[in-house]
């Protein structure tokens, strides 16, 4: 979700590095400097900038109902957001676009927790929203992973996915 600017943006930068200490494992750095950025951010802050921090945090927590907190607040604020906001941080990106990760990240935070019915109600409007993704290995990386925790929800299974993001807790 962080793709390059068109101008400048310290806070997606910050968010960005936070994400790459994270990805070289350094889990516990990465929430703190997110965590920071969250209260300089605020709750009424840029929805831009709370959508793509939330959503990075819950990547950092195995935990699913931790993941769970900052997956809704990612929801909560691409509701806020607006297409002309999305796209003045990066042409040709669509809020829409958005939507399938959020719900699916949503789905398998219930699922992991056991609440199928509201697993289902978020892999629903995740296959709904599927056809927003681009062509290419994210569109095919979602689209697959929204197949996967479809299944695992018929199935009522709620082992963590091997494919999940997410290191560690």
Same mark, same amino acid.
């Given at each position: 979700? #962080? ?7 310290? /806070?997606?930068? +910050? $968010? ?9 494992? @350094? =889990? ?7 965590? !920071?950025?969250?209260?300089? #951010? ?5 929805? =831009? ?10 990547? =950092?927590?195995? @935990? ?7 997956? /809704?607040?990612?929801?909560? +604020? ?5 297409? !002309? ?5 990066? +042409?040709?990106? !669509? ?10 990240? =949503?789905? @398998?935070?219930?699922?992991?927790? +056991? ?7 978020? $892999?629903?409007?995740? !296959? ?11 569109? @095919?990386? $979602? ?5 996967? /925790?479809?299944?695992? $929800? ?16």
């Amino acid at each position: 979700m #962080i793709h390059a600017s068109a101008a400048p943006d310290p /806070v997606m930068e +910050a $968010i960005g590095r936070a994400v790459m200490e994270g990805q070289n494992g @350094d =889990l516990a750095a990465a929430r703190a400097r997110l965590a !920071e950025l969250w209260a300089r #951010i605020g709750v009424s802050g840029d929805p =831009l900038h709370r959508c793509t921090l939330a959503h990075s945090m819950a990547d =950092l927590y195995d @935990d699913p109902a931790q993941a769970l907190a900052w997956d /809704v607040r990612a929801l909560d +604020a691409a509701d806020a957001a607006t297409d !002309e906001r999305v796209q003045a941080h990066h +042409a040709g990106l !669509e809020l829409a676009g958005f939507y399938p990760s959020l719900h699916l990240n =949503l789905a @398998d935070d219930y699922r992991r927790l +056991a609440s199928f019915e509201a697993a289902q109600a978020h $892999i629903d409007a995740a !296959e709904k929203a599927v056809p927003a993704l681009p062509e290419g290995p994210y569109g @095919d990386l $979602i689209r697959g992973a929204v197949k996967e /925790v479809a299944a695992a $929800i018929a199935a009522k299974d709620s082992a963590p996915r091997a494919s999940a993001p997410g290191s560690g807790s």
